[in-house]
């Protein structure tokens, strides 16, 4: 897809050209064209016949870097630079012999390589900006550097969501090439709808999800649930996938990525198997990130009393009383789960009971302890030297 940049930049260089001249995808659209006497609707037809022949055509090498070839009375240069959307540029040959072919297709490649030059350069502007506005905030560009180069998907868009994700380094994982990451998140949230990807960091890379009619959050969640697979199977990279709620001014994209790693860090340390993170239905578990650990290591203590954590039975008890509740007090599926006979469950609850002081088979307290161990989690995790303290 051209954006309104390259169409004027194509629009400047046909000026210097007299003779047909656009650009096509591979498919035989025409993207761009200086009229032509004739119309572009024959040349439409040309070029999707063309191009019918080289997709059939083996020996056709269309798709190397500027790639120059000849067809049906016209000359083409492949263009796509950085680019997943194939494009060539065209010029019609209009006059036979040698050194008018040698100066048309002189002036072909020269114009090519301004276009992929302003291409690229364009490229690296438009990710510049968008890793500023993400990671710094609203600070670090102006309103005007976002119209340059985002102008035509700005206003088409009701409102922008944020995905990261994140490289995971786990046994056997591999370490995926970031140009491939980026290619299956380009190809998974769609170029055409003006999504961005964004690489962060070796390890971390965000995609700018603008909200249309066509591509509202329910579609860009779909994306997102889709991605961890999708890097397993065809880039064999374990990742962690988080989803930002829905903004209304692309100038606050940084508060939507800072929710997305929020997402992120809640996902991880509370170890959850969601295949994505989504910052809007992580209820409990951001709550319980949002309070100081002193308070939580305070709320522990309080509930299970203070040296229960020391006691060399308490991981037991704990995990035989988080099954017992994840089962709904059902103590048949809990023994079952925990391969245990329902006696020596029995046994188990019983003795957490008389070690706290509590009823775990009430519905209440029950309530109060699942709290505990998601607190638990969260201290294991984000600061284990204070299970030392409890």
Same mark, same amino acid.
């Given at each position: 897809m051209l954006s309104n940049a390259n169409k004027e930049q194509l629009s400047e260089i046909s000026a210097y050209i007299s003779s047909e001249f656009g650009v096509v995808d591979d498919s035989g659209h025409v993207l761009y064209i200086k009229e032509a006497p004739d119309g572009s609707e024959n040349t439409?037809?040309?070029?999707? @016949?063309?191009?019918?022949?080289?997709?059939? +055509?083996?020996?056709?090498?269309?798709?190397?870097?500027?790639?120059?070839?000849?067809?049906?009375?016209?000359?083409?240069?492949?263009?796509?630079?950085? @680019?997943?959307?194939?494009?060539?540029?065209?010029?019609?040959?209009?006059?036979s012999g040698a050194?008018?072919?040698?100066?048309? /297709?002189?002036?072909? /490649?020269?114009?090519?390589?301004?276009?992929?030059?302003?291409?690229?350069?364009?490229?690296?502007?438009?990710?510049?900006?968008?890793?500023?506005?993400?990671?710094?905030?609203?600070?670090?560009?102006?309103?005007?550097? %976002?119209?340059?180069?985002?102008?035509?998907?700005?206003?088409?868009?009701?409102?922008?969501?944020? %995905?990261?994700?994140?490289?995971?380094k786990s046994a056997g994982s591999v370490s995926a090439d970031s140009d491939m990451i980026c290619r299956i998140l380009q190809e998974i949230f769609g170029r055409e709808a003006g999504s961005l990807v964004i690489p962060i960091d070796y390890a971390r890379t965000a995609v700018v999800?603008?909200?249309? /009619?066509?591509?509202?959050?329910?579609?860009?969640? +779909?994306?997102?649930?889709?991605?961890? +697979?999708?890097?397993?199977?065809?880039?064999?990279?374990?990742?962690?996938?988080?989803? @930002?709620?829905?903004?209304?001014?692309?100038?606050?994209?940084?508060?939507?990525?800072?929710?997305?790693?929020?997402a992120k860090n809640i996902g991880a340390i509370f170890e959850l198997p969601d295949k994505c993170f989504e910052y809007s239905k992580l209820g409990l578990e951001k709550l319980i990130y949002s309070i100081p650990l002193n308070a939580c290591v305070g709320y522990v203590n309080e509930l299970l009393g203070e040296g229960f954590i020391q006691d060399r039975s308490a991981q037991e008890l704990l995990n035989t009383v988080k099954?017992?509740?994840?089962?709904?007090?059902?103590v048949s599926e809990a023994s079952r789960v925990l391969y245990i006979h329902r006696n020596t469950l029995m046994y188990r609850l019983d003795k957490f009971n008389k070690m706290t002081g509590l009823d775990c088979t009430g519905f209440d307290t029950g309530m109060k302890i699942g709290i505990a161990l998601l607190i638990l989690k969260f201290i294991e995790n984000k600061e284990p030297s204070l299970l030392g303290k409890m």
């Open positions: 439409e037809s040309v070029m999707t @016949s063309v191009f019918s022949e080289l997709q059939s +055509d083996d020996s056709a090498n269309i798709y190397a870097d500027s790639a120059k070839f000849e067809r049906a009375g016209y000359m083409f240069e492949n263009v796509t630079a950085g @680019s997943d959307d194939p494009m060539f540029m065209f010029v019609k040959i209009n006059d050194e008018a072919e040698q100066r048309m /297709s002189g002036m072909l /490649s020269l114009a090519a390589h301004g276009f992929r030059y302003r291409e690229m350069q364009s490229g690296r502007d438009l990710i510049n900006i968008f890793k500023k506005l993400l990671i710094d905030g609203r600070r670090s560009v102006t309103e005007e550097q %976002v119209e340059s180069v985002y102008a035509e998907y700005k206003i088409l868009s009701s409102g922008f969501a944020v %995905v990261l994700v994140s490289l995971n999800c603008p909200l249309r /009619s066509d591509t509202d959050f329910e579609y860009v969640r +779909d994306c997102a649930y889709t991605v961890k +697979d999708t890097l397993l199977s065809e880039a064999m990279a374990d990742a962690g996938v988080a989803l @930002s709620s829905s903004i209304s001014e692309i100038m606050n994209l940084n508060d939507a990525y800072l929710e997305a790693d929020r099954v017992f509740l994840d089962n709904n007090l059902n």
